[in-house]
């Protein structure tokens, strides 16, 4: 089971870190598991909006969040991050961190999405807004 957090309002242009972790009393660990960010915002359909491979080492970006997004894994705390800044109220969404117990690569891309990403965690809110 995970668990997303780190949600809230902010203003145009602003900052949030979304953590994802493995609920504590699951005892699971994401140390063998691919994670992606999705979201999905009121009437739209939830999309991919970045992925980090099993050993950290490759990572996916949606366009629209590139250059402004980071996302990356600490093992050691069984958490993974999505750093978002120069947030924009197009970025207002349900977010929602997902495991895939293995990478998979289209053309030496790492695909963010798929039927592997199959443990979902419950959303956290962001809201972007003056």
């Known amino acids: 089971q995970l668990q997303a957090s780190g949600g809230g309002l902010v203003q145009p242009g602003g900052s949030l870190r979304l953590s994802c972790a493995a609920s504590?009393?699951?005892?699971?660990?994401?140390?063998?598991?691919?994670i992606g960010w999705f979201r999905q915002a009121p009437g739209k359909e939830r999309e991919a909006v970045s992925c980090?491979?099993?050993?950290?080492?490759?990572?996916y970006y949606a366009r629209p969040v590139e250059g402004r997004f980071t996302i990356s894994r600490d093992d050691a705390k069984n958490t993974v991050y999505l750093q978002m800044n120069s947030l924009k109220p197009e970025d207002t969404a349900v977010y929602y961190c997902?495991?895939?117990?293995?990478?998979?690569?289209?053309?030496?891309?790492?695909?963010?999405?798929?039927?592997?990403?199959?443990?979902w965690g419950q959303g956290t809110l962001v809201t972007v807004s003056s």
């Open positions: 504590a009393d699951s005892g699971s660990t994401l140390y063998y598991y691919a």
């Open positions: 997902a495991a895939s117990p293995r990478d998979t690569y289209y053309s030496n891309v790492l695909y963010c999405g798929g039927p592997d990403f199959a443990s």
């Open positions: 980090i491979s099993v050993s950290g080492s490759n990572t």
